[in-house]
């Protein structure tokens, strides 16, 4: 990868500032007066300028002035697919309604999966792409997109379709999660194992046929499913090779977290009646804890993760904004990064790894995360002194430049 001809899309960034974020390093892994080359869309070399080998003199040389480089965030837990919104619902919980006086008007997320199902794929690309956009513009390169708003084989199908085709129309990449263990659809009141064994793993076989699934995700919790309904999606995602995920411990605790780790999940999201027996059985898995402040913050709710315990075990700490229609239409992992810091006490650095390393491990990809050689070339640039201003500003976007597999 460091050797050969100079193609059109090698160069080197100079005059920078880069926060590798590779673990174990200096905070952030912050090297000043460095120089970062570019080959063949990947990290070919990243040190200090004074370092620079000579066989990256012939590379283009584009001058940062003085601006920080870090990898391009990653927002991986969201549901950007979705028909309608529920800003209503809003208004109705100020004006005092209870969740089920809202339920009972038609509102939740049988509002959400209603105006789904009725929503063509053309729509529901479209009104993707509005919130994807908002994402990339924030230097976003990697987005993940759950299912679990249609709850029918039909819909399932056709939100994972949409999903799918952000990445052809937009330069980021998109990674797609079936989420049909997401609630108990109107028809099936009741009748959870019914739509369990006739709806849900059904239509995960024929998604996977379809090539449609990077992975399989549930939300374990009371109002939900229960764990041993949840073990059976797992088992389903199993004999088809398929990593796992989990909504757990948002509400209360179901013991998610652990069922999750005991899986192998990639993640373990939300957790915030977390206890420790779940984070020791994640810090044993490798399973990442997925902070969603977003919801938290909608929700109003008082209860916040156990960030000191996952600390304490060494569990790795992701951030993502959970963009939901209704109980998290947040669409900035900035505003997210600032959250998880003011409202859950996550450091600067733990944040912003939050959105980068730790995110990619949330979603099992090795390439990408850290500024590395070997690693894919997604960058962003910020107009920033320094990495703790991307967690501090409110309602502040410094992204000067975001650079996608090498191009900008």
Request: proline share 5%.
């Amino acid at each position: 990868m460091c050797g050969g001809a100079v193609s059109e899309g090698d160069f080197l960034l100079n005059n920078a500032r880069v926060a590798t974020l590779a673990p174990g390093e200096a905070p952030y892994g912050l090297i000043g007066d460095a120089a970062l080359a570019v080959r063949n869309g990947a990290v070919a070399w990243v040190g200090q300028s004074a370092d620079l080998p000579g066989e990256f003199g012939r590379l283009e040389a584009r001058d940062m002035g003085g601006r920080l480089v870090t990898p391009a965030p990653i927002d991986c837990h969201t549901h950007l697919v979705a028909g309608g919104n529920r800003a209503r619902e809003f208004e109705m919980r100020l004006e005092g309604a209870t969740y089920e006086e809202i339920a009972r008007a038609g509102g939740g997320i049988v509002s959400t999966v209603a105006a789904t199902r009725a929503a063509s794929e053309d729509a529901l690309l479209a009104d993707a792409l509005r919130r994807a956009d908002a994402l990339i513009a924030e230097g976003v390169a990697t987005i993940e997109v759950k299912s679990g708003y249609g709850l029918d084989t039909e819909t399932e199908l056709r939100m994972l379709r949409a999903a799918r085709r952000i990445a052809g129309v937009r330069p980021v990449r998109v990674r797609t999660t079936y989420l049909g263990a997401h609630a108990v659809p109107p028809e099936f009141k009741g009748r959870a194992d019914a739509y369990i064994d006739e709806v849900c793993i059904p239509t995960l076989h024929a998604a996977h046929a379809e090539g449609l699934v990077d992975a399989v995700d549930g939300f374990c919790e009371g109002i939900a499913f229960s764990p041993a309904q949840i073990e059976r999606v797992f088992d389903a995602a199993r004999e088809l090779g398929l990593p796992v995920k989990l909504h757990a411990e948002q509400l209360s605790n179901l013991g998610g977290a652990r069922l999750a780790a005991a899986y192998g999940a990639l993640s373990a999201d939300h957790l915030e009646y977390l206890d420790e027996d779940g984070v020791r059985a994640m810090a044993g898995a490798g399973t990442v804890a997925v902070i969603l402040p977003g919801a938290y913050y909608t929700l109003r709710e008082t209860r916040a993760p156990p960030i000191d315990l996952l600390r304490r075990h060494g569990v790795g700490m992701a951030v993502a904004t959970d963009a939901n229609p209704g109980s998290s239409p947040l669409t900035s992992l900035l505003l997210a990064m600032n959250m998880a810091c003011t409202l859950f006490r996550l450091t600067p650095e733990e944040a912003l790894a939050g959105i980068t390393r730790e995110a990619a491990r949330a979603l099992g990809l090795a390439e990408c995360g850290v500024v590395a050689p070997g690693r894919r070339a997604d960058l962003a640039v910020w107009d920033v002194d320094h990495p703790a201003e991307l967690a501090y500003r409110i309602g502040f976007n410094p992204l000067h430049a975001r650079i996608y597999g090498g191009s900008p």
